[in-house]
């Protein structure tokens, strides 16, 4: 497998732009596009392309924190890099050792329920604390979707409830 052709890029960019300039004209609603793990907008090339590729009034982005870093990027560089084309992100976690983008970009096979690498907001993966500085700085009023894939090692209202105080307590963020 290699990965998206510049064809699929081509394509994907295309589509995407049908479909923000649809949802705007149409319905006032800005459209995000979400790269995820182990699909064909990913990686740093491939959301580079789409970016450049489409017109920022039509195409917006959702930066998902745990995905960008699992992919092997910077969620805070990216922020920074996409700024007021950011319409959302997604708040997820992973292991600390993965800080900055992992150096281990997972494949399909990988078993998120034997070996997670989503986990409660806090355990170190993803600079919360910086990106809340960024957000803040930027005066940030979009939403910010928090998000727990898998709990296996605890009761998953657990894992809730320590995302909730990491967000609350150290974010500094109301709920």
Wanted: aromatic share 6%; charged share 25%.
């Amino acid at each position: 497998l290699e990965g998206t052709t510049q064809e699929d890029l081509k394509n994907i960019a295309e589509t995407l732009e049908i479909l923000g300039r649809r949802s705007l004209e149409e319905e006032g609603i800005p459209f995000g596009v979400h790269a995820h793990l182990g699909s064909q907008l990913q990686n740093q090339n491939e959301i580079d392309y789409i970016m450049t590729n489409t017109d920022p009034k039509h195409v917006r982005f959702v930066l998902d924190t745990g995905h960008i870093t699992m992919a092997g990027m910077d969620p805070i560089a990216l922020a920074k890099k996409l700024g007021n084309r950011i319409v959302e992100f997604h708040l997820k976690d992973t292991k600390s050792e993965d800080r900055g983008g992992t150096k281990n970009v997972p494949g399909p096979e990988h078993d998120q329920i034997k070996d997670p690498f989503f986990f409660p907001l806090g355990t170190g993966g993803v600079d919360f604390l910086a990106l809340k500085s960024h957000l803040d700085r930027t005066h940030w009023k979009g939403c910010l979707v928090v998000e727990l894939d898998t709990s296996p090692w605890r009761p998953p209202k657990e894992s809730a409830r320590m995302t909730a105080n990491y967000i609350r307590d150290t974010m500094k963020i109301a709920l």
